[in-house]
């Protein structure tokens, strides 16, 4: 049955049907919404790109590359990016893994925020074998060249025109895609506890990472002290103390340091204030009562001293 296409803000809408499962015997139409990628920031793979919108939480590269090689038979595709693969953060990590590789041949200079993007970029093994799509992601579709791309978008068009049912999946082998269910959930139980040695290779990536680092950071900082300021002037940072006189002194000056932190703390809760108010006031009254004591003495011998 012929339909009119429907276009949305310049996206064409191509309807799949998703397979039956035990859970749900009924078939459900999903819709993608699919246009040419013209991203804000033009590469060169944006002109041969088609931008996919609202691909189902299951979709794989595989599913695409089934979809457009197989199922509409338009074009060929080289590679799928989704959502969460190719973003800024990701692209200058991987930036940075060539730089970092290439830096001994080139004597390229790697700064600390070079390997601080690639320290982020360093993750554990993971404990799943097939990632799910969040639900309305969008993916690009990478195809070997524009006709292709140009000539996959027509059959999308005309195959909703026309109203040609397509499974979503529908012959594909399932070898190439991992399962779920509960399938999934059992993989994901015998993969919480990875192989020893990858492990320890993430391990020891990210701790060498974060070395390199602190090293980085410590030579970036000596170096920026050592540059005069406007003024002409050089700010002279002093050095560890070596010899056991400079360790006496340090430690002394850390005493005080703790004796000044520690000024007041003394008298934290009331009754010890209050405490010491009388203990105050009863050294008051006994010096009073003393030089009392010692003015009548004066007052007592005055005049019977006298000198010879």
């Not at 089934?66 to 953060?89: I, N, S, Y």
């Not at 195809?143 to 397509?166: N, Q, V, W, Y």
């Amino acid at each position: 049955m012929k339909v009119e296409s429907v276009q949305v803000e310049g996206y064409t809408t191509l309807p799949v049907q998703l397979p039956t499962t035990p859970l749900f015997p009924e078939p459900a139409t999903h819709y993608l919404y699919i246009r040419p990628h013209e991203p804000r920031i033009p590469d060169p793979d944006s002109t041969r790109s088609l931008f996919i919108v609202n691909v189902p939480i299951d979709t794989t590269e595989a599913h695409l590359r089934h979809l457009f090689g197989t199922q509409l038979a338009a074009g060929r595709v080289e590679k799928v990016q989704f959502e969460d693969v190719q973003t800024k953060k990701r692209a200058a990590a991987t930036t940075t893994e060539t730089n970092l590789t290439q830096s001994k041949k080139k004597r390229k200079r790697v700064t600390a925020d070079d390997f601080e993007r690639y320290l982020d970029d360093i993750t554990l093994p993971s404990t799943w074998d097939r990632k799910l799509q969040k639900s309305g992601a969008h993916a690009v579709v990478i195809f070997a060249d524009k006709p292709s791309m140009e000539s996959s978008l027509k059959a999308a068009t005309k195959a909703a025109r026309r109203g040609t049912t397509i499974i979503w999946g529908d012959s594909l082998p399932s070898d190439r895609i991992p399962v779920l269910g509960l399938n999934r959930y059992v993989a994901h139980e015998r993969m919480q506890y990875p192989d020893r040695g990858t492990l320890l290779r993430a391990v020891n990536e990210f701790m060498t990472t974060f070395t390199q680092v602190s090293e980085v950071r410590k030579r970036e900082d000596h170096k920026r002290l050592a540059v005069p300021d406007d003024d002409g002037f050089v700010t002279v940072s002093h050095g560890p103390k070596l010899n056991s006189v400079a360790r006496e002194e340090e430690m002394r000056e850390l005493v005080e340091k703790q004796k000044k932190k520690g000024e007041g703390l003394e008298d934290f809760y009331r009754f010890q204030s209050r405490e010491k108010g009388k203990e105050r006031q009863n050294q008051l009254l006994r010096r009073f009562d003393e030089d009392k004591k010692k003015l009548a003495e004066i007052k007592a011998r005055k005049g019977k001293i006298r000198p010879e």
